[in-house]
């Protein structure tokens, strides 16, 4: 008997992906959350007003300091003093008598309303701020339009945000360090934003309460309303709208699974990656903000094998100075120490460095990472110099990326070296012997492998971008995006090639690319003899689970046998079987 | 009404913590505080002001006070600045 039709449209599961902030699992409902900035309009009042709206005004201040004061305690507690900091600023703005003395006076001498007044007194410092040629003064304006918002806010009475009912998984743009206030509010199961990298305020939070997050969804505010069942994967970093009850129990799976084996991860941390036989893999992570460098120390890291410092060039309206990145290089490298921190030079395309740059038809072929610096040298030694000076505690180490010819790495070398001359002559110090090293992710590198491990001191296959290469594919597009493999024949004997040159010249090779991080490929890369994987600090325990359980000789053995099959699914299938018979308790997503 | 110029001594330059020692010195006078740098001019004793100063390390500012206990005011700010804020 066919049932009737009740009208409901079918929902239809819809998946997301995103980068993995924070790990874990959970399933709700979302709660889409959207900070609209208020809006003010100039109102004319009258002389028996004023007194009105003065009192308006003050009451407005009180309640915004209460709830800074709040958040400040919220966010000391559960983020430390140092990042509980930023708010004492907006809490010293909110007690600026001559400030508000300003602002009740221009409500009584131009009879017009506080929140118009207090929009058009405090963007003029707002402005002043956003003038400067400087990183700090132009934080200091978005924490100046975060209180500007908050007392126009409570002046309108507006609330910003209800209670929710019950636990949810907020969904949103972004989440600001104010916005962090709603984790203790509410019951929070996670939570999803479009933009954001790997850290932020609220991904530090949402470690330390354990709960996922995942961001650079970059469609999900859009994808996602109010209500709609969630499932949150902080491992896979992805996101999953209306989850049938199939995708709900593989889910749960994997949940259950990551619990047994995180019990045990505590062990982890402390030991250091070595196989059964004794050969010692350095295990580091990639980071791109000095945030995460805690969190990559809690799960065990041997330093960081890959900083990524486009994050200075990030939301900055110029290109940083020589100072403003020693600065930010020298907190990374003291934060760091003892171990060791690789600065990667700025990996971006033309555009990021030099705003009139032509649009490319081919930007993934085009002009980009070393190109870019070697063309623009004043620039390069911008970055050179900061990074050298922050090297005096003998722990840096630095990166060029995607290098395609010798002559590259010598004009590099020699930018290196001019630098120190400029350091020199100015009395500043630096590490004298300070390694250099290069991405190997081009394939005329690959394949040049020996000839560059005779200019450099280490090598690093960066596998992301020497996959596409290698496959001719983006692994971005679709219709082609199951060709990004991994394990494909060629790619293994690429891998081969080039660990093997390293080792012919003396040097190490290490891997930064997400291969290193995938558990299945970790017996593989031990075989091969990679020196060091640097990997995201959320899979670190899992990959040091699996060296501490294996020998390097039955890797050795693994790797030949592999290296001489012919397609990727055979390679995949031993893998899989392999990793599940050796180290049953690792929670692979198969 | 009395001038005195400093420079700043300290690495980070007049961040908010040094900003709000200098604020909450001037505070503990009855004089007017203005201070200048270049060709700019803030209250000295107006938190978001200081702020926008924006002034880094071996930036000169004048300081004017102007009012019956002066004299101290300038040199209990001009000490603070020497101290480097007791930041370093």
Not at chain 1, 306 to 311: A, G, K, V, Y
Not at chain 1, 320 to 329: I, K, L, N, R
Not at chain 1, 340 to 362: C, L
Not at chain 1, 576 to 586: G, H, M, Q, T
Request: negative net charge; contains cysteine.
């Amino acid at each position: 008997m066919d049932s009737p039709d009740t009208g409901k449209a079918q929902e239809v599961e819809i998946v997301l992906k995103g980068i993995a902030a924070a790990p874990g699992i959970s399933l709700g409902p979302a709660y889409l959350y959207s900070k609209a900035v208020p809006r003010v309009q100039q109102k004319v009042i009258r002389a028996d007003e004023v007194a009105s709206e003065i009192e308006r005004l003050r009451n407005a201040n009180q309640r915004s300091e209460k709830e800074l004061q709040k958040i400040h305690a919220f966010a000391e507690q559960k983020l430390g003093s140092q990042n509980a900091r930023i708010f004492e600023a907006q809490i010293m703005i909110l007690g600026d008598s001559i400030l508000m003395g300003t602002i009740e006076k221009r409500i009584a001498s131009e009879m017009k309303n506080a929140e118009f007044i207090v929009a058009d007194e405090i963007s003029k410092y707002k402005q002043l701020m956003l003038a400067a040629h400087d990183e700090y003064m132009h934080e200091r304006a978005l924490d100046v339009d975060d209180v500007m918002n908050r007392i126009i806010r409570n002046i309108q009475d507006q609330k910003l945000f209800s209670r929710l009912e019950g636990e949810s998984i907020i969904v949103s743009e972004t989440l600001a360090p104010a916005d962090t206030i709603i984790f203790s509010r509410n019951q929070i199961l996670g939570y999803a934003t479009d933009l954001g990298g790997v850290t932020s305020h609220a991904a530090i939070l949402a470690r330390s309460l354990k709960i996922p997050a995942v961001v650079g969804l970059r469609s999900a505010t859009k994808a996602v309303h109010t209500g709609d069942a969630l499932a949150i994967d902080g491992y896979a970093g992805v996101v999953i709208v209306h989850p049938t009850e199939e995708t709900l129990q593989a889910l749960e799976r994997k949940k259950q699974r990551f619990r047994e084996f995180e019990e045990r991860l505590v062990d982890i941390a402390g030991l250091t990656a070595e196989t059964l036989d004794h050969k010692h893999i350095e295990l580091s992570a990639n980071i791109e903000y000095p945030e995460e460098i805690q969190f990559a120390r809690v799960q065990g890291a041997a330093g960081i094998g890959l900083f990524r410092t486009e994050s200075q060039l990030i939301g900055k309206p110029a290109y940083p100075t020589e100072e403003e990145q020693y600065q930010a290089y020298q907190t990374i490298s003291g934060e760091v120490y003892p171990h060791s921190v690789i600065f990667r030079t700025f990996d971006v395309g033309g555009d990021k460095i030099s705003p009139d740059t032509a649009h490319e038809a081919n930007p993934f072929l085009g002009w980009r990472g070393i190109r870019v610096l070697l063309d623009r040298p004043d620039l390069f030694l911008d970055q050179l110099r900061g990074i050298l000076r922050a090297s005096t505690r003998k722990n840096v180490r630095i990166m060029f990326p995607m290098i395609s010819t010798v002559q590259e790495i010598r004009q590099a070398k020699a930018l290196v070296a001019q630098a120190k001359k400029e350091l020199d002559d100015r009395g500043l110090g630096y590490d004298p012997h300070i390694k250099i090293g290069v991405m190997i992710e081009v394939p005329a590198a690959a394949v040049l492998a020996e000839e560059i491990a005779s200019e450099v001191d280490f090598l690093s296959i960066g596998t992301n971008d020497l996959i596409q290469y290698l496959m001719a594919v983006d692994r971005d597009n679709a219709a082609v995006a199951p060709l990004y493999q991994q394990f494909h024949p060629a790619v293994l004997r690429t891998i081969k090639h080039v660990i093997d040159a390293g080792h012919k010249r003396g040097v190490w090779v290490g891997m930064c690319g997400e291969m290193a991080g995938d558990p299945l490929a970790t017996v593989l890369l031990v075989g091969l003899g990679i020196d060091e994987l640097s990997v995201l600090p959320s899979v670190l325990p899992e990959i040091k689970k699996i060296i501490l359980s294996i020998r390097q000789k039955d890797a050795k053995r693994v790797a030949e046998r592999l290296l001489a099959r012919a397609t990727e699914q055979e390679i995949r299938d031993e893998l899989s079987a392999l990793i599940r018979n050796k180290v049953p308790e690792i929670p692979l997503d198969l | 009404m009395i001038e005195r110029t400093v420079t700043i001594l300290n690495k980070k330059g007049l961040h908010t913590r040094p900003a709000a020692s200098l604020v909450k010195t001037a505070a503990r006078f009855q004089s007017e505080l203005t201070i200048r740098k270049d060709n700019f001019e803030i209250n000295g004793k107006s938190i978001i002001g200081v702020m926008t100063l924006a002034a880094e390390e071996g930036s000169t500012l004048t300081l004017r006070l102007d009012g019956p206990d002066e004299e101290q005011a300038a040199a209990a700010l001009v000490e603070l600045f020497e101290r480097k804020f007791d930041e370093e």
